[in-house]
């Protein structure tokens, strides 16, 4: 049983790191890496040799594994050589990677996206969206004080006060929960908008004011996400997050829903009214943004206001970021493979809801 990890095209992560080397192992599977794969992420090839792997090239990897791992969907022509009837395990996206999709479905292999674990207890453990948004958040409020032309805290000194930052932070999920919490580290004052009033507790709890429409349609279905609004509420929502905004040194915006497009929750004319100076990191860009005017994996600035559209800020802290996703790949692998042998019980409903292909059919 070989299981193999391939370098991430444009991220800084891997799939695997060397100190859990060992533990995939001991599921009975021989651990072979591309080589250089985890540079990027501190992690050398002479890391994972003196832990027990062996260090191959892209094409010994796609013509002879049985299981390959990825952080993220791979470009179909990368990997064309790739051999029939293995078993794919990443970050795929395949709503947005339908070529993916097919492809690995006419090649008959079985492939699953993490991000589609459900929302269960059991599955906390293997849930990268949430190990992932955790250091999102973080690392959003260090670039929005890294780009802010002023200071985060309050400061007295002989020449005079300095009044803290004050950050908006919309959505109230992990990666939102750490930003609120970074935020306040830094000394700044923090308000947050959600559209759940269950989160309002966990927002106070972490020093910041939660800003409440009341009107909210929640669905516990959702699984802790955003669900799609009423006309009324949007407009009523819209109002509040543009009074908010205009007097923010920095707005972090995280509001996504499965599947669909992100809402947009800062408009032109919000970001025309705010400071000059201010900044906007918008985590919800690779799905369109939360303001109307971000642009995917770009920094723009719009009349004084600095935009800054990334959705994948995790790679930016590689080591951290990769360590904890390579415990939730194993945490998933142990539902299926032990001592070398694959035993797929789709009715499992974390293997059920994670399959994209399987038997040369597309399940989702």
């Known amino acids: 049983m070989i299981l193999s990890v391939l370098k991430e095209e444009n991220d800084n992560r891997v799939a695997l790191i060397p100190e859990h080397v060992q533990q995939f192992a001991k599921l009975g599977a021989e651990l072979w890496i591309e080589n250089s794969a985890g540079d990027r992420a501190f992690f050398f090839d002479d890391d994972y040799k003196n832990a027990g792997a062996l260090i191959k090239s892209k094409d010994e990897i796609l013509k002879s594994s049985d299981i390959i791992l990825k952080v993220n969907a791979p470009v179909v022509d990368n990997i064309s050589s790739i051999k029939q009837n293995l078993i794919f395990i990443g970050i795929l996206r395949p709503f947005q990677n339908k070529s993916l999709t097919e ?151 995280t509001a996504q829903i499965p599947n669909k497009k992100a809402p947009i929750l800062i408009y032109k004319n919000t970001i025309e009214k705010m400071k000059k100076g201010s900044v906007i990191v918008d985590l919800a860009s690779s799905t369109g943004g939360n303001t109307e005017l971000t642009e995917n994996n770009k920094t723009i600035n719009i009349n004084g206001v600095t935009i800054i559209g990334n959705s994948n800020l995790a790679s930016l802290v590689p080591s951290d970021a990769s360590k904890l996703l390579s415990k939730n790949i194993f945490n998933f692998m142990k539902l299926f493979l032990k001592d070398g042998q694959i035993n797929l019980d789709f009715n499992d409903v974390i293997i059920q809801q994670t399959c994209v292909t399987a038997n040369g059919e597309v399940k989702i």
């Open 103 to 253: 492809f690995f479905a006419s090649k008959n292999i079985t492939s699953f996206s993490l991000e589609l674990m459900p929302r269960i207890t059991r599955a906390q453990i293997m849930d990268v969206l949430s190990s992932q948004a955790n250091i999102a958040g973080y690392k959003a409020v260090l670039i929005a004080a890294d780009n802010l032309p002023r200071y985060f805290p309050m400061l007295t000194t002989a020449a005079g006060s300095i009044p803290p930052a004050k950050v908006l932070i919309i959505g109230a999920g992990v990666a939102g929960l750490q930003a609120i919490a970074t935020a306040k580290r830094l000394g700044a004052v923090v308000e947050v908008f959600d559209t759940r009033s269950a989160v309002e507790e966990e927002v106070k709890s972490l020093g910041a004011k939660f800003i409440k429409i009341e009107g909210a349609k929640e669905d516990k279905a959702a699984g802790g996400y955003a669900v799609e609004q009423s006309e009324d509420f949007l407009k009523r929502q819209s109002e509040a997050v543009h009074n908010s905004a205009i007097k923010s040194d920095a707005v972090i915006t």
